[in-house]
């Protein structure tokens, strides 16, 4: 019989190591709201969207254009990413214009795509 080497065997508590990580946990309705975030991140059209907008400042016309799909679907998409606070808007005039809501989504991307780099390396 073939031996997992995932199942720890062992029964003794390495108290140091657990009051560590719990020292360090975050609140949970904090975790709670990451999970949320991460979420968010998990529809690839979003991600499209999301990437689109790392360049320029674009309307619902020009997103719905890049990635052909209806206005709609992309205002829906655009609501999902207001509500989690990553894309912000400006008028002008009648036009809409949407935007990143800061840095830290960049960075976001930048970490989980050198994480999926790395994987393809192995």
């Known amino acids: 019989m073939k031996e997992d080497l995932n199942v720890c065997d062992c029964k003794e508590i390495h108290e140091e190591v657990v009051v560590e990580a719990k020292n360090k946990m975050p609140q949970e309705e904090m975790l709670y709201d990451l999970a949320e975030l991460f979420k968010v ?57 949407y935007s990143l809501d800061d840095s830290h989504i960049s960075q976001i991307f930048d970490c989980g795509l050198n994480h999926i780099q790395e994987t393809y390396k192995r």
Not at 50 to 59: D, G, I, K, P
């Open 41 to 97: 991140f998990g529809d690839t059209t979003r991600i499209k969207i999301l990437y689109a907008l790392f360049s320029n400042e674009m309307c619902v016309c020009d997103i719905a254009n890049l990635l052909g799909m209806t206005h709609s679907a992309i205002s829906h998409q655009l609501r999902v990413l207001k509500q989690a606070r990553l894309v912000k808007f400006r008028k002008e005039g009648k036009v809409v214009f």
